[in-house]
């Protein structure tokens, strides 16, 4: 409860991921609200890792030592270990 009361909560808006099916993470979204005036508003959405890695912790110094995910013909290197 606390974290949401920080966020905004976006939970009933439409949104759904832009990541391939065969994506290896599922991390960029698009929502889609209609306003009052009839136009929409689109967010574009990245999901936030810093929620999940706290400073200090072993994960954050892998997270770290790997920068980013890698991407190659045959297999993906992510950042963050695959089991999160």
Not at 17 to 42: M, N, R, V, W
Not at 46 to 52: K, M
Not at 60 to 81: C, G, I, K, N, Q
Request: hydrophobic share 40%.
């Amino acid at each position: 409860k606390e974290e949401i009361a920080r966020r905004r909560d976006m939970r009933n808006d439409l949104t759904f991921t832009i990541d391939p099916k065969d994506a290896k993470d599922f991390d960029d979204a698009l929502s889609f609200t209609l306003l009052k005036d009839g136009l929409y508003e689109i967010g574009i959405h990245i999901a936030d890792v810093s929620h999940y890695v706290k400073e200090g912790t072993v994960l954050d110094d892998e997270a770290y030592e790997r920068a980013t995910s890698v991407y190659l013909v045959d297999r993906v290197v992510p950042m963050l270990p695959e089991v999160l």
